[in-house]
């Protein structure tokens, strides 16, 4: 089953933090983050995985909160190159992982000036 | 290092039509996929394979054909087009299910 992202879109000033949000009705094992620009392949930012530590990128972090089934995305002190589309996608089976990932609809992201 | 390379970049086809998406990876990833992205659907996947010789079914799979004879390569194969099928594809590779994935730069699909 799909998860739910939310916000569906943000627009920040640069320098402005936002959170996305991720959520499952399914335990997770994992959750992968990945961010696509306009008309661009979707970039990796991080992977949690279940019974691990919060990950951090840069400005970008990320937690993962098994009871609630669902992750959270930071992103801090934003920059214009933030801009774009953020997808997580989450994997509810042991063992396998991006393979049997289903991705969320997307959060829109904007940063302007 | 070319990473993730997917031909052709645009194709337009006429219904009923076959045609097939190439996929090829330079990483020697034994993970490969296939996923198609529609306007406010995200990315959903097609057809995976862990390994040469052997792939699986991902949500989305009727319509379309794979195979794997080579680490390297992972054709996707539609067997007669619809309009349905319009859409971006994305191929995918990732040396295991729990490590970054990279993704080539797409296919945009248009059956008329």
């Known amino acids: 089953q799909q998860p739910v992202q939310s916000p569906q879109a943000v627009i920040l000033r640069e320098g402005e933090d936002a959170v996305i949000n991720c959520s499952s009705s399914?335990?997770?094992?994992?959750v992968h983050w990945y961010r696509q620009k306009h008309g661009e392949a979707p970039v990796f930012l991080m992977i949690?995985?279940?019974?691990?530590e919060q990950k951090g990128h840069e400005k970008i972090s990320a937690s993962f909160n098994e009871k609630k089934q669902q992750s959270s995305l930071y992103l801090t002190a934003s920059q214009l190159s933030y801009s774009g589309t953020y997808f997580c996608?989450?994997?509810?089976?042991?063992?396998?992982?991006?393979?049997?990932?289903?991705f969320g609809t997307g959060t829109r992201l904007l940063v302007s000036p | 290092n070319a990473g993730v390379t997917q031909t052709p970049k645009f194709q337009v086809l006429k219904t009923g039509q076959s045609m097939t998406l190439q996929c090829a990876q330079d990483?020697?990833?034994?993970?490969m996929s296939w996923y198609r992205q529609d306007p406010g659907m995200g990315l959903r996947l097609i057809h995976y394979?862990?390994?040469?010789?052997?792939?699986d079914q991902g949500e989305v799979p009727n319509g379309y054909n794979v195979s794997r004879s080579t680490t390297e390569d992972f054709p996707l194969r539609l067997l007669s087009a619809a309009p349905s099928q319009t859409s971006v594809y994305f191929c995918?590779?990732?040396?295991?299910?729990?490590?970054?994935?990279?993704f080539g730069q797409g296919t945009r699909l248009t059956v008329v």
């Open positions: 990483m020697n990833h034994e993970y």
């Open positions: 394979s862990v390994g040469a010789g052997i792939t």
């Open positions: 399914k335990a997770l094992y994992s």
């Open positions: 995918a590779s990732s040396y295991s299910g729990l490590t970054e994935a990279f």
């Open positions: 996608g989450t994997d509810s089976e042991m063992n396998t992982g991006f393979q049997k990932l289903v």
């Open positions: 949690l995985l279940k019974g691990g």
